[in-house]
């Protein structure tokens, strides 16, 4: 069974597209979705992005971490898929509503509403997750913040020099986060400017993050640092956050279509 597949990124995280909208596949596995991102034997890509059909929504996008996990939401891959669509489009996702639209060189992605709840993150017990009072080495006292996935936040004086690819793994995995978490380490370089590096669940470091950089930027927002929108930079490139008046995460920043192909099935099942 021959599958067409389009190759897509945003700020470098890029992601496998198949659109099973019209034409339904067979069920996807974490086997498969590990093996179509394997980068040596496989297509290649941090995320697999799978379009179906939904009854709430225009579609519904299933995001598949290279790990083979299935997550809830990727902001990186709601621009692509707004690219994609060609117009704009209320999108279900695991992690609830969304509504793309794209732009000229990208899109604009509303991303719902931010939860605080330490329930909502989730975190194993209660505590005030404006100032989290744990750390892991330099890292102490983080933000976190549930933008349709979990994310917690930290500020330091320069991010570049945090070897998160050394610290992210064991804070990503810790007990203290029962469905693991994405890990964020910033640096707030002016009045509406963020310095951003992150460690994605299932992924790894990866050179962009948009749900990292909303997550981010709220969280800058709620200390106090920043005003409501607010310019991310990723060793990527730049997203722009705003938390708007009505509660709500608008990002904007650019998608791009790499290439098309089509594989076997077979070959991965």
Same mark, same amino acid.
């Given at each position: 069974?021959?599958?067409?597949?389009?190759?897509?990124?945003?700020?470098?995280?890029?992601?496998?597209?198949?659109?099973?909208?019209?034409?339904?596949?067979?069920?996807?596995?974490?086997?498969?979705?590990?093996?179509?991102?394997?980068?040596?034997?496989?297509?290649g890509c941090d995320q697999l992005i799978l379009l179906?059909?939904?009854?709430?929504?225009?579609?519904?996008?299933?995001?598949?971490?290279?790990?083979?996990?299935?997550?809830?939401?990727?902001?990186?891959?709601?621009?692509?898929?707004?690219?994609?669509?060609?117009?704009? $489009?209320? &999108?279900?996702? =695991?992690? #609830?509503?969304?509504? @793309?639209?794209?732009?000229?060189?990208? /899109?604009?992605?509303?991303?719902?509403?931010?939860?605080?709840?330490?329930?909502?993150?989730?975190?194993?017990?209660?505590?005030?997750?404006?100032?989290?009072?744990?750390?892991?080495?330099?890292?102490? $006292?983080? &933000?976190?913040? =549930?933008? #349709?996935?979990?994310? @917690?936040?930290?500020?330091?004086?320069? /991010?570049?020099?945090?070897?998160?690819?050394?610290?992210?793994?064991?804070?990503?995995?810790?007990?203290?986060?029962?469905?693991?978490?994405?890990?964020?380490?910033?640096?707030?370089?002016?009045?509406? $400017?963020?310095?951003?590096?992150?460690?994605?669940?299932?992924?790894?470091?990866?050179?962009?993050?948009?749900?990292?950089?909303?997550?981010?930027?709220?969280?800058?927002?709620?200390?106090?640092?920043?005003?409501?929108?607010?310019?991310?930079?990723?060793?990527?490139?730049v997203l722009t956050i705003e938390w708007n008046a009505?509660?709500?995460?608008?990002?904007?920043?650019?998608?791009?279509?790499?290439?098309?192909?089509?594989?076997?099935?077979?070959?991965?099942?």
């Amino acid at each position: 069974m021959r599958i067409s597949f389009t190759k897509m990124h945003g700020l470098g995280n890029d992601f496998v597209m198949l659109d099973a909208r019209e034409h339904r596949l067979p069920p996807m596995t974490a086997a498969i979705a590990r093996a179509l991102a394997n980068r040596t034997t496989g297509i290649g890509c941090d995320q697999l992005i799978l379009l179906e059909p939904s009854e709430a929504a225009d579609f519904r996008m299933r995001i598949f971490n290279a790990d083979g996990g299935e997550v809830e939401a990727c902001g990186n891959a709601s621009r692509a898929v707004a690219l994609l669509h060609g117009k704009a $489009a209320t &999108v279900e996702t =695991n992690g #609830g509503m969304i509504e @793309v639209a794209p732009t000229k060189g990208g /899109a604009r992605v509303d991303m719902g509403v931010p939860r605080f709840e330490w329930e909502a993150i989730p975190l194993a017990y209660a505590m005030d997750t404006l100032s989290m009072p744990v750390g892991w080495g330099e890292l102490e $006292a983080p &933000v976190a913040v =549930n933008v #349709g996935n979990p994310h @917690v936040v930290f500020f330091v004086e320069d /991010a570049d020099a945090v070897r998160l690819d050394l610290m992210g793994a064991g804070i990503e995995t810790d007990e203290l986060f029962p469905q693991r978490i994405n890990v964020n380490v910033a640096s707030v370089t002016g009045k509406d $400017a963020i310095k951003l590096h992150v460690w994605e669940r299932g992924v790894g470091l990866t050179r962009a993050c948009g749900t990292g950089a909303c997550a981010t930027a709220i969280a800058a927002m709620r200390r106090g640092l920043t005003g409501r929108t607010v310019d991310v930079t990723l060793p990527g490139g730049v997203l722009t956050i705003e938390w708007n008046a009505h509660g709500r995460i608008i990002m904007t920043g650019p998608a791009t279509e790499s290439f098309r192909g089509s594989f076997d099935w077979g070959d991965y099942a």
